[in-house]
């Protein structure tokens, strides 16, 4: 079997085993509450959002989630852009303002709403530094389904190959 050929292979049995060991994960492996947040993410990209659909979201604390954002249909790479880029520049906005201020009781709706996503003692410089750390992340769920639909046409290679 050639390299390619036993790399698929792999990759195919760590993915068989990952969702066999899905239900035991807990006892297998160990979970640090630190992490929670940031796997409850990543298990949401994979699993909750497709590809015409991504998430605003702090780069840093991925348990700050900004908004979700539709991708149309036929949508170009540019146009995408464009979309993410405007909602990126209004969080911004948002961010600046709440750094720049150290009264919170008079805040827009939209200026508290994006205060609650963090915790409730967020200093200053914590709000201006995610400023410049807001992400897009674009959807995998029907790529990753698609793909473990795949993956069960190999399994019995997989299977034999390791045997």
Known sequence: MTSPRRLIALVLLLVATCVTLEGRASETFPKPPELEPDVAF?????????SDEGVLHDSRNLAVIYERIDIPEGSSARDRHRRVDARR??????????????????????????????????????????????????????RFRAGLARAGRYREFVRAEFA
Not at 44 to 50: K, S
């Open 42 to 50: 990543w298990v949401a990209i994979f699993t909750r959002y497709d």
């Open 89 to 142: 520049q209004h969080y911004r906005k948002i961010l600046e303002q709440l750094a720049a201020t150290s009264d919170r009781t008079r805040l827009s709706e939209e200026q508290q709403r994006v205060l609650a996503l963090w915790p409730r003692d967020v200093s200053r410089k914590v709000l201006a530094r995610a400023a410049s750390d807001i992400r897009f992340q674009q959807g995998l769920a029907d």
